[in-house]
């Protein structure tokens, strides 16, 4: 009876690390066309939907995964590749706010205030993409975070109908925090795998329309 237990055990644990696998290999090549990591070369898509993250890591270091998605966004938008960003990011708490840090950020690199739009209801990553089609209105637009998370969310945002690309923030490989969200990131992806064909997750806040005037940052 105990060796049928581990045999069987053993056959389960084989299947689940199989479908980890390939669910991984599956939305990595959905994105594989879709990345771009050079300036020069991502096309012009009005609106930039920056996906955010916590400043600061334990022990109030800064966060670099943070520092530089920030750095991407300011460089898309001074390089004219974005018109216009949307911050999308958890606002837990009151003492919790990543929109508004993100927002503050920046505009120390020079992004005006006027052309940043807030998503306080971006909770997870599923949420962020969803609500930029349904709540702001863009269809074709570029997402802004480092590889691993870009092509989780240009998984979900084709599938949510929009036509997204992505544009890719430096990471540091190599380190404890890079394995860290690495072993996370398996994980996220068969859960938006199992959102999406499963489960069919609707995002946690719908809310109202939200139109992001493109015209008008234009001027």
């Known amino acids: 009876m105990v060796k049928k237990f581990i045999k069987y055990l053993f056959y ?13 290999l599956y939305i990595s090549s959905s ?12 096309p012009h898509r009005d609106v930039g939907l920056l996906l955010g993250t916590a400043k600061y890591v334990r022990r109030g270091k800064i966060n670099y995964f943070y520092k530089y998605r920030i750095d991407a966004a300011a460089k898309l938008f001074k390089s004219g590749k974005v018109d216009a960003i949307l911050v999308s990011g958890d606002n837990a708490t009151p003492y919790y706010n990543e929109p508004v840090r993100m ?17 306080f209801a971006g ?7 969803v609500r930029a089609k349904n709540i702001f209105g863009l269809k074709k637009y570029t997402i802004i ?16 109908g929009s036509d997204a690309i992505g544009f890719v923030a430096k990471d540091f490989k190599g380190t404890k925090a890079a394995m ?40």
């Open 145 to 160: 975070s480092q590889r691993f998370h870009l092509e989780r969310a240009l998984f979900l945002a084709r599938a949510s």
């Open 103 to 119: 927002r503050r950020d920046l505009i120390k690199q020079g992004v005006p205030k006027s052309k940043i739009y807030l998503d």
């Open 12 to 24: 389960l644990i084989i299947i689940a690390i199989v479908f980890i696998l390939s669910v991984d």
């Open 180 to 219: 860290r969200m690495l072993f996370r990131e398996y994980a996220a992806r068969v859960k938006a795998f199992l959102d999406i064909y499963i489960l069919h997750t609707a995002p946690k806040f719908i809310g109202k329309f939200e139109k992001i005037l493109i015209k008008e940052n234009r001027e």
């Open 31 to 42: 994105a594989k066309d879709r990345i771009y990591s050079s300036v020069k070369k991502v």
């Open 123 to 129: 909770f997870r990553t599923l949420d962020s993409v």
